[in-house]
């Protein structure tokens, strides 16, 4: 077995995570693109003109890797047209004006009853009705994870609050303002895998948070079928990248997904704390997935929040809410952590399901060092999580060798960063990397 | 609105930098130049000013012919081939040996292969080897110590005909005659330690080198097996600076943390059979030089270990 490494960027936590959740305004127009998620774009079933209530489904899932896709406002839709896209740049979106009244619809493909008696089957009927994905960046359907062929037998559940991507506190936030929520949705989707042991990791920077986590857990003492679930919360090293799902199930249980496998086929299924409380919010509320919480932060301390916004509001709009100065010295703006996170050209670009925040930053954070050659310092090999040799492949794509590129294995690559962070010659290598599996696929 | 910048990600690098590097090595090596001119006097000085000289020239003239911005003569790399290279002649030698050492480190050490880590060869080395060769009587040459009645000696503790016996103290503080950057073990340590500690260098290479030799020599040792003087052998030559200061270049040597111990031991091995069976007494430069070609195949056959390469 292979040892992961990890880098140790300094987390910049403390701008953010005393900032209670809030809520945004309703924007007044959203953009709901129909790729927001791994997987098949949804297919529209509202058209232009049509009115919608906060909630009425207006895309529907395609295949079986798609998501359903809500409004997040009431009013009308005002087209399906190709629209900014904060990862894509430019894709197809439902456009919908708001009336200011935001009124709800709900969630309807099953009875009304108490939610104990609800069958597993009918539980995972709400996960996929609402929409709901992956909420810690990488938006795979929460459904696809939740049924796994029958030949994978899960035997763990990880919950993943490691939120390792520095300034990022929204998860933070959410498991210290709703830790009953998350438990609550915990054993909802520990009953639809039919798992006993659940386990939530979280790095040792929100301590707090595993805190309270414990004392809900305590109160709650949550159970599957009659006997309690054996559901614990560990406390990890604070590191990068952690949250990666590869890595963290490394680092709980040992055990290692096979290269280009998935981790069902070890028997475990990770899912991020937010995602966890928006199957919460589907199952007991009937909520499907119009908001989400986002960290808003960056060299302005001042504009630092934790939020809950809705699903298309344009970054603009964000901003805004947040008090951005035109005047300010706004030099990059980042969808998404510092490490992964896409640098935004056009601010018209909505909030999507997979946004965990939004960075603002000024010209501090230039980088403003000049690339230089390689001198072969090993400081990317020390710092790949998967133990690749981030440097050979990048040396192979410059020299437009991409045979010997991929004999050293880019496409086990998670585009965690880390070796581009800590490379002292400043060599973009994990967009060599990526490069690199571009071209090889076209190959 | 303000203009906004794209970038790939990452947004944020860490603060190390090439140049840094570079130059936390060259103050690393600041503690064995006031060394060397204190055992030997000014004459160290005028060697390392050479040679630095010589190289800081060659390079910026090399970057000028190649159409490269002249200012990266200011990254570190060519004073620190002018310092590894002058640590490596002896004190006493005359101005132009350290000028055309330094101007053959840059030339065919470095920049013929295509400038900063495109290189084969550690390329103090190669120019020290080139005037070991060109200028063999210059380059064994040795001074003694300031304070030692005769100012010229004819060996360094480890030449076969070795006259004074020197205690282990001598060795360490650099009582001794031989190469300016070489003989002061205590202040090569200090440098030594600082490398480890801003983790600039690791301790794969050099402990595996000096391991190998220690134990090599122990074994074979002049009164029978296992009888071996290691503790002097260890010391009394050029393998402290070989070990810490030259095997440990990043550029000419292998990628991975085996690799690097397959290079320590392979540069081990060279320089105890030379030493022990060689004609010449000193074999570090040369175990360093042969293992640096070495280098591409440990590389191709010490990958790292993949994460989830796991038997079903």
């Not at chain 1, 996929?128 to 049924?147: H, Q, R, S, Y």
């Not at chain 1, 403003?368 to 998967?386: G, N, Q, Y």
């Not at chain 2, 600082?194 to 090599?216: A, D, E, N, Q, R």
Request: proline share 6%.
């Amino acid at each position: 077995m292979a040892s992961v490494n990890f880098i140790h960027p300094p987390d910049f936590k403390d701008i953010a995570k005393n900032k209670k959740i809030e809520q945004a305004p309703i924007p007044k127009r959203a953009i709901l693109p129909l790729s927001q998620h791994t997987g098949a774009p949804s297919e529209p079933v509202v058209n232009a003109g049509d009115s919608v209530k906060t909630g009425s489904l207006i895309a529907q899932a395609k295949g079986f890797i798609s998501a359903n896709l809500h409004s997040s406002v009431s009013g009308k839709v005002l087209a399906i047209e190709e629209s900014p896209h904060p990862g894509l740049g430019i894709s197809k979106a439902i456009i919908i004006e708001s009336d200011g009244q935001d009124i709800k619809a709900s969630l309807d493909s099953v009875p009304v009853k108490d939610v104990s008696t609800l069958s597993k089957e009918e539980i995972a009927a709400l996960i996929k009705e609402a929409g709901i994905v992956g909420l810690g960046g990488a938006a795979f359907p929460a459904f696809v994870k939740l049924n796994p062929p029958p030949a994978k037998k899960i035997d763990t559940f990880i919950i993943n609050g490691a939120e390792c991507e520095p300034f990022l506190t929204c998860d933070h936030r959410l498991m210290l303002e709703r830790p009953k929520e998350i438990i609550l949705g915990v054993q909802l989707m520990a009953k639809v895998l039919g798992v006993k042991d659940v386990i939530i990791g979280v790095e040792e920077n929100k301590i707090d948070a595993a805190e309270r986590l414990n004392s809900s857990i305590f109160v709650l003492k949550p159970s599957l079928g009659g006997q309690s679930l054996n559901l614990k919360v560990k406390i990890l090293k604070t590191q990068y990248p952690q949250g990666g799902e590869k890595q963290l199930i490394k680092m709980l249980l040992n055990r290692e997904v096979p290269s280009g496998g998935l981790p069902l086929d070890i028997g475990v299924v990770v899912n991020n704390v937010q995602t966890v409380f928006a199957v919460y919010e589907a199952v007991y509320l009937k909520k499907p997935l119009y908001e989400r919480v986002i960290t808003v932060s960056g060299s302005f301390s001042n504009m630092a929040k934790n939020i809950l916004v809705r699903i298309g509001a344009p970054i603009k709009d964000v901003l805004d809410y947040c008090g951005l100065n035109q005047k300010t010295g706004l030099y990059k703006v980042i969808m998404g952590g510092p490490m992964t996170g896409v640098a935004q050209c056009d601010l018209n670009a909505p909030v999507i399901k997979g946004t965990s925040g939004i960075l603002i930053l000024d010209k501090k954070f230039r980088l403003k060092e000049e690339e230089l050659e390689c001198i072969r310092c090993s400081r990317c090999i020390e710092a790949c999580p998967v133990g690749l040799m981030p440097c050979a492949i990048g040396l192979s794509v410059k020299k437009d060798k991409f045979d010997l590129a991929a004999s050293y294995d880019p496409f086990d690559c998670i585009d965690c960063g880390s070796c581009s962070y800590v490379c002292p010659s400043k060599i973009p290598l994990a967009q060599l990397v990526k490069l690199a599996k571009v071209k090889i696929k076209r190959q | 609105m303000n203009k906004l910048t794209v970038s790939p990600s990452p947004h944020i690098k860490s603060s190390q930098t090439t140049k840094k590097i570079m130059w936390t090595v060259v103050i690393a090596l600041i503690p064995v130049g006031m060394a060397g001119v204190y055992i030997f006097g000014i004459s160290s000085l005028n060697v390392m000013v050479f040679s630095v000289l010589s190289c800081i020239f060659t390079e910026a003239l090399f970057l000028k012919f190649r159409n490269r911005d002249p200012r990266a003569v200011l990254d570190g790399s060519a004073i620190l081939t002018g310092l590894l290279l002058a640590y490596n002649l002896p004190p006493s030698t005359p101005f132009w040996i350290p000028v055309i050492g330094g101007a053959v480190s840059i030339i065919l050490g470095k920049q013929i292969f295509g400038g900063l880590g495109q290189n084969i060869f550690n390329p103090a080395l190669v120019g020290r080897a080139f005037l070991q060769i060109s200028w063999p009587v210059y380059m064994t040459t040795w001074k003694n110590p300031r304070w030692w009645p005769d100012a010229i000696s004819s060996a360094t503790p480890l030449a076969k005909e070795a006259g004074p016996h020197f205690t282990y103290m001598d060795l360490f503080l650099g009582n001794r005659a031989g190469c300016i950057g070489e003989v002061c073990v205590i202040a090569l340590i200090i440098g030594a330690l600082f490398l480890l500690v801003t983790k600039i260098i690791s301790l794969h290479i050099p402990l595996s080198f000096i391991g190998t030799v220690g134990i090599i020599t122990w074994i074979f040792g002049k009164d029978g097996f296992f009888k071996g003087d290691f503790i002097f052998n260890i010391l009394a030559g050029g393998i402290i600076l070989g070990a810490f200061f030259m095997a440990t270049d990043y550029v000419t040597s292998p990628l991975t943390k085996k690799g690097k111990i397959i290079f320590g031991i392979g540069c081990g091995v060279l320089t105890a059979i030379i030493r022990l069976r060689g004609s010449y007494p000193e074999g570090v430069c040369y175990s360093i030089l042969f293992m640096n070609a070495a280098v591409p195949i440990i590389d191709r056959f010490t990958k790292t270990k993949k994460y989830g390469l796991i038997k079903k």
